[in-house]
DNA sequence: CGGCCAAATGAACGACCGTTCAGGGGCAGT
DNA sequence: ACTGCCCCTGAACGGTCGTTCATTTGGCCG
């Protein structure tokens, strides 16, 4: 047995062969999106993703410099959009941080479960970019939970929070790593066809950090 | 540029030519979860795996069918160990499901921090399994978020939990879902060259779980 | 010392990789 | 009708992959 790329799942068919509509460009971020989601950048090829979109290997080079560049592309945009969004819901949410703290879970959480496969390929596919493109990712990351420490920070000056303490330490940023963790890998496994919609996760997920923090009623 | 293998974040030198001391299947499995650990199973080859430990290519063959058997053969021990450690410690914890809770999470937690390279290839690499190898650690791992909802329950049915409601339901299955992630990746981001040990850690994520499940005091 | 066999070697195989590039088609402006 | 430009094609390049296998090694038993 010689063969490669049994690729995830085996999943097998790309299928599509006619041409899709869009400007290729898109066409092409939308088949990479869709192909590394399911079996992973390394066993994804060049020529795989195009056969997805109707065109040959050599035309991704007329879009992107490399499939390194097309990866950092993809990634970059989703993440930038996440913490516009981010920053959005909680400047929106007033001064109180217990609402502040809300309006994040609902944002971070409901984007998660409604864009999983852009989740997906951001969160676990990042290690495959060469280090000078995952500096900036991963700079967004630390903004993110920047944010994060910053709403637990506020709460516990205004004696809104009560969070559990670490070692003797309150350790904010081990907490929000913790809550992070929890709100990001929601995509790995949420589906939507379940009886359970994003509003309820967003709730559930909101009511569990408030509770973990030790917010006040 | 035509090179392949850049390979997560650029770790180059397998250094090691010197046979490993220990009898060859061992040293093979300590280098493959060593490799894997650091730059992903797709892109470790056999060689880098047989070079790390002193041996060619050919070996390997002499211990495993092939590349897929050894992972498999790596994250089932794990595995297997995890879920009978968590098993034991639930039944050595009494009959309080807070005890129970709490000595789930001290095991699971520090487990996770303690054996990270383990912890991260189980959960990372699993989608490169074919899929019949596959399936075993799904099982397994149902059956651990099983022990962690069967705690819940009873709690639940004892009065002693008051978890929050997702869409008018209890959906004690989502809540498992949701600590477990945070429990599990501990062993992408802790480090334990920091302030916090272990022990803080498996408190630490103790103490947010029993509020998260609104644990009476 | 000779025979045995598990284990290691390293060349070889067939396949596929990311990327390049000469060639060509279609359509705008002149 | 011609030019120029953008985009696509598909063969080709140099390289690496997992796996196989004939051959050699090296320790143990008699």
Redesign the pocket.
């Known amino acids: 047995?010689?063969?490669?790329?049994p690729a995830r799942t085996e999943v097998v068919a790309p299928a599509v062969v006619e041409?899709d509509q869009r400007?290729?460009?898109e066409?092409i971020r939308a088949a990479a999106f869709q192909q590394f989601a399911e079996r992973g950048?390394?066993?994804?090829?060049?020529?795989?993703i195009?056969k997805a979109c109707?065109?040959?290997?050599?035309?991704?080079?007329?879009?992107?410099?490399?499939?390194?560049?097309?990866l950092h592309d993809i990634i970059a945009s989703t993440q930038g959009e996440l913490e516009r969004l981010c920053q959005q819901a909680v400047a929106e949410a007033g001064g109180d941080p217990r609402a502040k703290l809300a309006a994040f879970v609902r944002v971070y959480v409901m984007r998660h479960c409604r864009l999983r496969v852009e989740a997906l390929v951001a969160n676990r596919e990042i290690g495959w970019l060469d280090a000078g493109r995952v500096a900036d990712i991963r700079r967004s990351r630390r903004a993110i939970r920047g944010i994060v420490v910053g709403i637990l920070a506020q709460g516990v000056e205004d004696g809104l929070f009560d969070p559990p303490l670490a070692g003797g330490r309150r350790d904010l940023k081990a907490i929000a790593m913790a809550l992070l963790d929890q709100w990001t890998h929601v995509s790995m496994w949420y589906g939507p066809g379940g009886e359970i919609t994003e509003e309820d996760m967003a709730r559930l997920y909101a009511d569990m950090a408030l509770r973990a923090v030790g917010a006040r009623p």
């Open positions: 047995m010689t063969k490669r790329k041409r400007p290729p460009i066409a950048y390394p066993v994804v090829t060049v020529r795989d195009m109707g065109l040959t290997q050599g035309a991704l080079y007329n879009h992107f410099k490399s499939k390194d560049e097309l």
